[in-house]
């Protein structure tokens, strides 16, 4: 039985609600195909923007293919919308989006899978009819309750409420989960997930009393037994973390929590790798993905970004998702009955 079934499992129909969420640009259609098969939504992430984005959205197809050769499960793609100084959306967003449509509407046994589109990052506004043409549920991911009634009121099916402890790229208004989240349930009428911090099953536990319907992790699913893709050295690092190992950096699309290292404290100290040595903004966009990449494919955590939420610092062990997904929900369902059944009954008033 599965202990925790709720409008986001009926609508996303998975058995748990928790979801890996997007942890671009690295490689993860194993991770996304572990956690849709131990009944969670998986997210296949974008792979990064190169150059040539015809080619980095072959990457992200073979990604996809990947990622539904190894599930039978319903699983996501999650694609930042990313905004230039004027408010235009960048090209890699719409390329992207459309990739993903196209690869749908040409196959439509991938369509039964791929259900789900994550956007984040900037307004996803134009993009929210033609998801829901295509047939797919449209999750965004917010920092404010403004957005997130923007986000539903523009036709939104699910939110993610992200708090700033969260890793990789951050709200700009630095409002963490724990005052978040109420906000944002009370608001709006659709599900919402929290994003930021949650680790366990009272993470999961915590969020469904705040009002939330489920639990969208990051840093938690890296340091898995499916994590393959990833260098040993950026797990071990996640892993070593200790409270205060964090920090929040200018990133690509604001500000972005990794782990205080060599080349994060180029940015926190100069805002840039090298006192002010890279000035052109494209450029420095390049730096800072290739940065990341550093870390995640060759294993250099000092000279790389580490992309980390906070909860990192309480990260201490490799789990196995098959495992995991179903504990914690178990887990979760646990702590709200133990909980519930523990408080006096309450006095009936006349
Ligand atoms: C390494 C890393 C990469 C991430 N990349 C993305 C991304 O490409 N798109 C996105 O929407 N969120 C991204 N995030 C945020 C996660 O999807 C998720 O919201 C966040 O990790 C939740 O916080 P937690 O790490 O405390 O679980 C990233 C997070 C990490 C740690």
């Known amino acids: 039985?599965?202990?925790?079934?709720?409008?986001?499992?009926?609508?996303?129909?998975?058995?748990?609600?928790?979801?890996?969420?997007?942890?671009?640009?690295?490689?993860?259609?194993?991770?996304?195909?572990?956690?849709?098969?131990?009944?969670?939504?998986?997210?296949?992430s974008m792979p990064g923007m190169p150059a040539d984005l015809a080619a980095g959205a072959r990457l992200f197809r073979d990604h996809i293919e990947e990622c539904r050769s190894l599930t039978d499960r319903p699983f996501a793609v999650n694609i930042p919308v990313g905004v230039d100084g004027n408010g235009v959306v960048l090209p890699f967003t719409d390329i992207y989006i459309r990739m993903v449509l196209d690869a749908r509407r040409e196959d439509a046994e991938l369509a039964r899978q791929l259900t789900v589109l994550t956007?984040?990052?900037?307004?996803?506004?134009?993009?929210?009819?033609?998801?829901?043409?295509?047939?797919?549920?449209?999750?965004?991911?917010?920092?404010?309750?403004?957005?997130?009634?923007?986000?539903?009121?523009?036709?939104?099916?699910?939110?993610?409420?992200?708090?700033?402890?969260?890793?990789?790229?951050?709200?700009?208004?630095?409002?963490?989960?724990?005052?978040?989240?109420?906000?944002?349930?009370?608001?709006v009428d659709v599900p919402v997930l929290l994003t930021g911090g949650a680790r366990d099953a009272r993470g999961l536990a915590a969020a469904m009393a705040l009002g939330a319907d489920g639990v969208a992790m990051g840093t938690r699913f890296i340091t898995s037994t499916a994590n393959t893709?990833?260098?040993?050295?950026y797990i071990q690092a996640l892993i070593d973390a200790k409270e205060g190992d964090d920090v929040a950096f200018d990133g690509v699309y604001g500000p972005c929590r990794g782990l205080r290292n060599a080349a994060s404290r180029r940015l926190t100290d100069h805002g840039t790798p090298d006192s002010g040595e890279i000035a052109d903004a494209v450029e420095l966009t390049r730096w800072k993905i290739e940065s990341m990449q550093r870390a995640q494919t060759d294993g250099d955590v000092e000279q790389g970004l580490v992309l980390a939420g906070q909860v990192a610092s309480a990260i201490d062990d490799i789990i196995d998702i098959a495992e995991f997904v179903p504990s914690t929900a178990r887990g979760a369902a646990e702590i709200l009955h133990t909980l519930a059944s523990s408080l006096p009954t309450p006095a009936v008033s006349a």
């Open 1 to 44: 039985m599965n202990p925790i079934v709720n409008r986001y499992t009926q609508l996303v129909q998975i058995d748990h609600p928790i979801v890996q969420e997007g942890l671009g640009p690295f490689r993860t259609p194993k991770l996304a195909a572990a956690v849709s098969n131990a009944g969670g939504l998986g997210t296949v």
């Open 229 to 233: 893709d990833w260098h040993p050295a």
């Open 119 to 187: 956007t984040s990052a900037g307004f996803p506004g134009d993009y929210i009819a033609p998801i829901h043409d295509a047939g797919m549920i449209h999750q965004h991911k917010v920092g404010s309750t403004r957005q997130a009634v923007k986000a539903a009121e523009a036709g939104v099916d699910v939110i993610i409420a992200a708090g700033f402890e969260m890793g990789g790229h951050a709200p700009s208004k630095a409002v963490h989960s724990y005052v978040l989240v109420p906000s944002v349930t009370e608001a």
